[in-house]
C-alpha cells in the first residue's frame, strides 16, 4: 500500500489528532478547530478527506481516532515537528513562538535526509566536549559559546572567529 499524498493542511490536521489523542486520549473536532484556530466546518471537511484516505476514523459527532496507517504518518509528522523546534530553541535561540511557527512550516517539506542532519547537529551541540555549546547572538555576530562558560568563545569546537 502506498502512503496517500497529502497537503500541508491536511498534515496539520492529521497531526493535530496525534497530539490531541496524546495529551487528552481522545480528539474531537471541537477541540481540533480551537487547537488549530480554524472554524468547525473546516474540520469537517478536513476529516472526512482523511476518512477516504483511510487515515482516520471518522463519524459525525464522535471523537476522532487515528488508524494505524494514520498513526504512523502522523507520528513521522510530529518526530520532524519537535525535531525542527528542539533545533531552533535549543540550538539556534529562536524564541519558542517564532520557532513554532517555522517548524509547523518547514516540517511538510523538509526531507528526512536534511532532517537527520540537523537532528545530529542539534546532538553534538549537547554534547560538545565545551559542555553543551549553543549559538549565541552579539554585536560582531554569531558565534559557539559554551553555556555557563564565563569565556566568549567555545575554544573546543576550534570554529573561525566570526
Not at 520532524?80 to 529562536?94: C, D, I, R, W, Y
Not at 535526509?113 to 554585536?139: D, G, M
Request: overall charge negative; glycine content about 6%.
Amino acid at each position: 500500500m502506498s502512503t496517500p499524498e497529502l497537503s500541508a493542511s491536511l498534515e496539520d490536521y492529521l497531526e493535530t489528532i496525534f497530539f490531541l489523542s496524546r495529551e487528552d486520549g481522545v480528539a474531537r473536532p471541537k477541540d481540533i478547530a480551537g487547537r488549530m484556530k480554524v472554524r468547525a466546518a473546516s474540520v469537517t471537511g478536513a476529516l472526512r478527506a482523511l476518512g477516504e484516505k483511510g487515515l482516520i476514523n471518522y463519524e459525525p459527532y464522535a471523537s476522532v481516532t487515528l488508524t494505524e496507517e494514520g498513526r504512523e504518518i502522523a507520528g513521522k509528522i510530529a518526530v520532524k515537528h519537535e525535531a525542527l523546534l528542539h533545533f531552533f530553541t535549543q540550538v539556534l535561540g529562536v524564541d519558542a513562538s517564532e520557532a513554532e511557527e517555522f517548524a509547523c512550516s518547514m516540517e511538510h517539506t523538509i526531507p528526512d535526509h536534511i532532517l537527520q542532519r540537523f537532528v545530529r547537529f542539534a546532538e553534538y551541540t549537547e554534547k560538545c566536549p565545551a559542555f553543551n555549546a549553543s549559538w549565541q547572538e552579539s554585536a560582531e555576530g554569531y558565534f559557539c559559546k559554551a553555556q555557563g562558560s564565563d569565556t566568549k568563545r567555545c575554544e573546543t569546537c576550534r570554529l573561525p572567529e566570526a
